[in-house]
């Protein structure tokens, strides 16, 4: 039901869609694992009234400005009767409105999909977010896990250490690693003759293909609707003219095809080069040849799915033979499993490398790695962290920073500080006094910091030669954003010998000090800074198991902005004491945003007159997350 209720919201962003829960206080644990599993994107309202026309068990009601009258339909009605009837309801589009007769189209249009609405939970700020799949490159010890909420995959070798990520943003689009943009990516196989990563991205309706080598996402399956990455494209995303580019285009109707993907997520090979392509709920099989790239067969029904590649998917559960079944937790009633396979619904979430196996933990948002001889559940911690850089969820489009200065207000701003100077290149150094109870996991590094200046400044930090940049101002910074657009390039990646901390950040004393350089006209301006930290509660010698409850507040307080209501806070809380696990091994990011105002004066005049003076200025900002 709630993959129809995103179906929809693809090919009708204008339609609001809500969702109608009668429950009680004891449902709250399930509803929240609901809105982790399913990806839910719509408001869920809680209530504890009768309504007579849902009696019968859940159903779609469709109405148009509280006024007409509804229509109800089963949960079970076909997806083309809803997207018939939801037609009905809008008026006959202008003839001069191409972009409403795109809106109302019924084709899969992935280039439209609206951007990512994520729910605003504590969870978003954990290192997984729904860590759904993950599969491995024997060869190269690399596991590929599938970061499901984060719309990311994770590249790391066997002991943890990451080594790349694939994925920046929610979105379509075909690129490099950094710039591709993916949608709750699931399944995926590792060819190892070509060195590439299939996998499936469950909501593109896609198949992908990561070349590990180059670097490069391109999209096998469908191939039509897909927006092509490169520097061109991030160049007008930046000016904000990509929509309006897509809208000038002729759109040309597309049928819709009974062969098309529909959130795919299990994904198999055979030894014939055949890709089995699966639903979450063993509902729908496609076969697709590897050489073609396109679908040839379509099967429903469990019997069907059984009959076409039980032998493959029982020949990837045998491992679970030989593990002890509570080694891990497994959430399924909201999963239907295959029916005669009764433990098929990890089928995706396990893998093995070199004499372990490594499961996708859903419940307690980690990888766990169990040795397979004796069965012993092994510490598995992801590091170098800072591969993965600044969250997409906390970022800002620099013309919304611009025009408003209110690109990061959804965010508390920690720590605002007002300073007047005279013009010319001021360092910042900031000193971040973490809460006693945290600890960093790691460092902070360069990559997950984000600094942007606004008004008469420009932030310069890292730069070779600052002193070459006599004037500054809002239209010379936004040249050189766009100029570092187009000549972006990877970072390289860090290996073992290298120091993890970069010049212009530190920590001494249990704080975290971050430098940045600015170059100041006369003037206001306003610099912002926001980092990303790494944290887990701290152990104290000899505290045990200690107390869960107290550990799950004291997460939350760290996690929770003020919006947060006492019910919603008391089902997260629910949600983290499900775990068995010790809280205090769970790692999470904390932003902090802090904002620097100065005012500059005029510029000192030099001994002729016809020169001004460069002056330098230092100053201290002190931050407590306490």
Known sequence: MFQKLKA????????????????????????????????????????????????????????????????????????????????????????????????????WKQ??????????????????????????????????????????????????????????????????????????PAGSYYNATEDCLYFLDSENHAIRRADMEARLVQTLYPTSTVKKGGIWNRIMSKLGLESSMDTNEEEKPEVFDSKSLYFPWHLLKSDDETLYI?????????????????????????????????????????ILDKTPCDQFQQKTTDVCALDGLPHSVPLSSLTTLQNHMFICDKVRQRILKIDIESGVCLDFQLSNLGLLGFPYWLNSPLEMVYAGGNGLSDTAIHHLEHFDLLPGKIDIHLSVD??????????????????????????????????????????????????????????????????????????????????????????????????????????????????????????????????????????????????????RDLIFTKPVHIRVRLNCFDHPKTDNKRDFILTDSSIKVNVSLN
């Open 278 to 318: 699966i639903d979450r709920r063993f509902q729908t099989l496609w076969t697709m040849g590897l050489s073609s790239g396109k679908v040839d067969g379509v099967f429903e029904g469990s019997p069907n799915i059984v009959e076409k590649c039980g032998q493959l998917i029982r020949q990837n559960l045998s």
């Open 111 to 184: 280039d439209i999909i609206t951007k990512d609405q994520y729910i605003c939970s504590p969870l978003q700020n954990l290192l997984l977010f729904y860590p759904g799949c993950v599969s491995a490159d024997q060869s190269a010890n690399r596991l590929f896990i599938s970061d499901c909420n984060h719309h990311r995959i994770i590249v790391c070798d066997g002991n943890g250490k990451i080594m790349d990520c694939i994925g920046s943003t929610p979105g379509f689009e075909d690129g490099d690693f950094e710039s591709a943009k993916l949608r709750r």
């Open 434 to 583: 973490v809460h006693p109870e945290f600890e960093l996991v790691e460092p902070l590094q360069e990559s997950c910091i984000w600094r942007q200046a606004r008004g008469s400044a420009t932030e310069i930090s890292g730069m070779d030669d600052p002193q070459s940049i006599e004037k500054v101002g809002v239209a010379q910074l936004w040249y050189e954003e766009l100029d570092n657009v187009a000549t972006l390039k990877p970072e390289p990646e860090m290996t073992e010998d290298d120091n993890n901390l970069d010049k212009n950040t530190a920590v001494e004393d249990g704080k975290v000090r971050i430098t940045s350089t600015v170059l100041t006209s006369p003037g206001t301006s306003e610099v912002v800074i926001f980092a990303v930290l790494y944290c887990k509660l701290r152990k104290t010698p000899n505290s045990n198991g200690g107390n869960q409850e107290k550990y799950a507040a004291k997460i939350l307080d760290f996690l929770s902005s003020k919006r947060t209501g006492k019910s919603e806070r008391d089902s997260w809380n629910t949600f983290l004491l499900q775990s068995k696990g010790d809280l």
């Open 8 to 107: 929809i919201q693809e090919r009708f962003p204008h339609v609001t869609i809500m969702g109608l829960k009668l429950s009680n206080s004891s449902d709250r644990e399930n509803l929240i694992q609901l809105l982790v599993t399913e990806n839910i994107t719509f408001p869920i309202l809680l209530s504890h009234r009768t309504f007579p026309q849902i009696k019968n068990g859940a159903c779609y009601i469709l109405f148009e400005n509280f006024k007409n009258p509804m229509t109800c339909y089963e949960k079970d009605v076909n997806l083309e009767i809803l997207y018939q009837a939801i037609q009905g309801l809008q008026k006959q589009p202008s003839d001069h409105s191409k972009l409403l007769n795109v809106v109302r189209s019924t084709s």
